[in-house]
């Protein structure tokens, strides 16, 4: 797939079809692998049980990890314009993971990457939705760049970190990126918080504590969760079944719950 880009077209499009998305939220982090599109997955997720329309757009264009945590799903095309895969009756997900084939790598430089971006943004039929809740790749590069700068009514970002203190470094760097481009900072997830122990049900936290708590209060915004490291949510990712589906009543799903109710208040009350 190579991106098809007509710029003076394409921006319009963009505005357009923006107007119909009422909430826009990106899942960031400084860090690689502290689980960004584990919390994009059950975010856009939980929002879409309680009600709310939800899209997942995945811009990891190196890593789209969305297709295996979904499940293999398919989008269509409609005309000149993508119509994405049905998760739920009312979550859709789009992914450059569904779209090339699986193990090719996906080689595009800086400009390409945002051409793809901006056509994934206007050319893809979402419809009316409430959230549309981004996944982006570590750091602060192209895409996040694109999309920051495409989007100048991006609601917010919900920023990803484990708790030691080699993530806050990086963490760091990605909430000034935020400020820098303007960008409202929503809340910290603080994620592989502790595993819980089988046996005893103690708290063992082999990441360190306290790092969601300290970037929380050194930035004045929420700790919006600290979701546990739990050996069957992997699994279930694996699987393509995400946990607030198929981890009923468990502390990593409910952590996702008040994770997706806590941010859909912060932007609401906007
Ligand atoms: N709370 C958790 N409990 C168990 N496994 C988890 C948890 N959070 C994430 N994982 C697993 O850790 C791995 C990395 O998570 P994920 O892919 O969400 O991170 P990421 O930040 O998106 O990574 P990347 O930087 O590569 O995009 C995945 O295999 C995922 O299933
Ligand atoms: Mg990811």
Redesign the pocket.
Known sequence: MQPQFNLNNENTKIKEKMKNVKHKIA?L?G???????????NLATALAESGYKVGLLDL?MH?P?IVR?LGEKNPSVDGEEIVPAEILPNLKALSIGMLVESGKAVIWRGPLKHSAIKQFLGDTKWGELDFLIF????GTGDEALSLFQTLDDLDGVVM?TTPQKVALDDVRRAIDFVHSMNKKLIGIVE???FVRCPKCGEKIEIFGSGGGKILAEEYNVELLGQ????????????EGKP?TLYMRESE?EEEFRKIAEKVAKAVEVE
């Not at 996944?135 to 570590?138: R, S, V």
């Not at 490291?229 to 990712?237: N, R, S, V, W």
């Open positions: 899942v982090s860090k690689g692998g502290v689980g960004k599109t584990t919390v994009a997955v990891d890593g990890n945590m996944d982006l790749p570590p990803v994620n592989m918080s979701i546990p490291l739990d050996p069957k949510a992997a699994k279930l990712a694996d946990v990593v």
